[in-house]
């Protein structure tokens, strides 16, 4: 940080009006313009500050700081919006010191505490609200309503000139332009969303650019969304209503990218723990599920980002698991806002895609058990039938298409990629053909069939040799359900020749789902628990170990309120899977006693998971 560009910054607060005095509209509309550089050069200058040991430093390196930061500290469009106040806050306090060295500390510690009130506390003494008996904190409350009230006022006039205008030829004055322009310090405000959403309700109904909201409005009301993201319980992030919400991702598509990265990034790098229940709280509190089923141009745009994110990041299980749940959270609001369920289907999925969403959207408890197997034959004719426009030897495997990066822009491979997302979508029924496969006596075709379009979409050459595969270890698995006292040797043997195949990392992957199950379903799993689960997470890691107990017991616990009561939930077995949840949840502890910020979320989550789990699991214990 240089003095060329603090001073290039004071210039330009002199152009915004006098420090102390009244600062024109004019001047107030050109420091809302700047609110979103002037936040990110306070950041700068306070990380600036921070190298130089003491305050008599900063100010031989920036003479003309105090001159700087007084002008903001008077301007109400600064310290009305909350990115540059906390900076200004920072700077002021970086100016403070309890043990000054030099007079020079001493005055600008004394200075620095004046302003810092100031900015608190608002107008001086001896103001016109002090002497009619107001607190400040009572007066700027009173202010913002009064200002909030006319601003509302401004819009139904607004609205109303628009009705009675809309026939003549002339066009229409750029107030609503204006108005987002003055509302920008107001955005990072909880108490002046009712007018937020009022003008991104306003916006809807703008014709041009013109005479619609601007960019820099749409930006800032953008920004306040990441606070509920990283928000650790410090300030109140605004709430928008959904329809506010859905005008701001319909008017400004990149807040709508910006929201789908936020959940992704979430779920990839903050809290890749997090289990599903939560993913779905937080899902449903974006409000992005309620703004899909309401508008389809944001359902449309929101698909597309996913899509995206699946090609860039190699199908990677994360993403999979947000798309997943999003399209859950999607449907579920769907039924709850009693939109025409079919309406929205068609305006989501195409005319070839919409026979085999038909089939997917049941969910397989809503089914009598002998059906289902009938159901997945159907859903895999659909599905072939749906991959039936391919492109002649495109024969590449769903493994090596994801291996090799983003994704070949091959019409064969684009077009499976759509088919091949309908089936992570609505991912119940793969846990459900999973869950047919170990425990039906002879294993279903349909249940291979449709491991095999998942895992294998476009290769039928491997498909065969993947069922012949999976159909000889469920076999086995399924023998030894009902032994009590089993040995680790077992399951090898069961898996081993699966295993030593060359390109086996899609049976892996089937077969972790069944050894999981069997721990769940066979008579003396619990035995071995350790062992399994070695096998299934691939390392010692008690992380892993523990996400995966835990992915499976909640997949088949959760949510399953009403319905019937698992076979496998005895005492035997519950005991045994809270004994080594326990010992892993102590682990993980250990592994994750790191004071950094992700690691402590990372481990609130999985804590949270195993209180959960743990509690649903005892509740099965009690005697209905």
């Known amino acids: 940080m240089d003095c060329t560009e603090l001073d290039h910054w004071l210039d330009r607060a002199k152009s915004w009006g006098d420090p102390g005095g009244v600062i024109s509209l004019e001047g107030l509309r050109n420091t809302c313009k700047c609110l979103g550089e002037l936040s990110t050069f306070l950041r700068q ?49 970086a100016l403070c010191t309890d043990s000054p060295q030099e007079d020079v500390e001493r005055r600008a510690a004394s200075w620095a505490q004046k302003m810092l009130r100031h900015i608190i506390t608002g107008s001086p003494k001896n103001s016109v609200p002090s002497a009619m008996g107001y607190l400040p904190a009572d007066h700027s409350k009173l202010a913002l309503e009064k200002l909030i009230q006319a601003l509302s006022e401004d819009l139904d006039r607004l609205q109303q000139d628009k009705r009675l205008k809309a026939r003549q030829p002339q066009p229409q004055p750029n107030v609503l332009h204006q108005l987002s322009e003055l509302c920008l310090p107001l955005v990072t405000m909880p108490d002046a969303a009712p007018v937020t959403e009022r003008l991104l309700l306003a916006g809807l109904e703008g014709r041009t650019r013109e005479d619609g909201l601007t960019v820099l409005f749409l930006e800032s009301v953008g920004r306040t969304r990441e606070q509920m993201y990283t928000n650790k319980g410090g300030t109140a992030h605004v709430s928008l209503s959904p329809a506010a919400l859905c005008a701001l991702w319909t008017l400004h598509a990149p807040c709508l990218e910006q929201e789908v990265l936020h959940l992704a990034e979430t779920v990839t790098l903050h809290r890749p723990y997090i289990g599903v229940e939560d993913l779905k709280t937080l899902i449903c509190s974006s409000g992005l599920p309620a703004a899909c089923a309401r508008q389809p141009r944001v359902n449309a745009v929101t698909r597309e980002i996913f899509r995206k994110l699946v090609e860039e990041s190699s199908a990677a299980p994360a993403i999979l698991k947000l798309l997943r749940v999003f399209n859950e959270c999607f449907i579920l609001d769907v039924y709850k806002m009693q939109i025409k369920v079919p309406r929205v289907l068609q305006e989501t999925y195409t005319v070839q895609q919409l026979p085999l969403v038909h089939m997917l959207i049941l969910h397989p408890a809503d089914l009598l058990a002998p059906t289902c197997s009938q159901h997945l034959t159907n859903i895999c004719r659909a599905l072939r039938e749906m991959q039936g426009v391919q492109v002649a030897g495109c024969q590449d495997s769903w493994t090596q298409v994801s291996q090799a990066g983003p994704f070949h822009r091959v019409a064969g491979i684009h077009y499976t990629l759509d088919s091949w997302l309908l089936l992570v979508q609505f991912g119940w029924w793969y846990h459900e053909a999973c869950r047919l496969l170990l425990l039906t006596p002879v294993p279903p075709d349909s249940c291979l069939q449709y491991l095999a379009c998942y895992h294998l979409p476009v290769s039928p050459q491997q498909q065969q040799g993947f069922m012949t595969c999976i159909h000889d270890v469920a076999c086995t698995l399924h023998g030894l359900l009902s032994k009590i006292h089993l040995k680790s040797h077992d399951l090898l043997y069961a898996v081993s020749s699966a295993n030593q195949q060359p390109g086996s990392l899609a049976r892996r992957a089937v077969i972790g789902q069944l050894l999981m199950l069997f721990l769940l379903h066979s008579a003396g799993g619990q035995g071995i628990a350790d062992e399994i689960l070695n096998m299934v997470a691939g390392d010692q890691n008690p992380v892993t170990r ?32 809270l004994h080594v949840m326990d010992r892993l949840c102590v682990s993980t502890q250990e592994q994750l006693k790191s004071s950094q910020e992700t690691d402590r979320l990372r481990l609130d989550d999985l804590k949270h998971r195993c209180d959960r789990v743990k509690q649903l699991m005892t509740s099965l214990l009690k005697p209905s």
């Open 546 to 577: 523990l996400v995966v107990l835990l992915d499976t017991i909640e997949e088949n616990l959760v949510g399953q309120d009403g319905r019937e009561h698992p076979s496998w939930a005895h005492q035997d077995k519950i005991s045994a899977l």
């Open 45 to 93: 200058l306070h990380v600036a500050m921070t190298t130089w040991e003491r305050p008599a430093d900063i100010l031989r390196h920036l003479p003309n700081i105090g001159q700087f930061l007084g002008r903001l500290c008077h301007n109400p469009a600064v310290v009305a919006y909350d990115g540059t106040c906390s900076s200004l806050h920072s700077c002021l306090t």
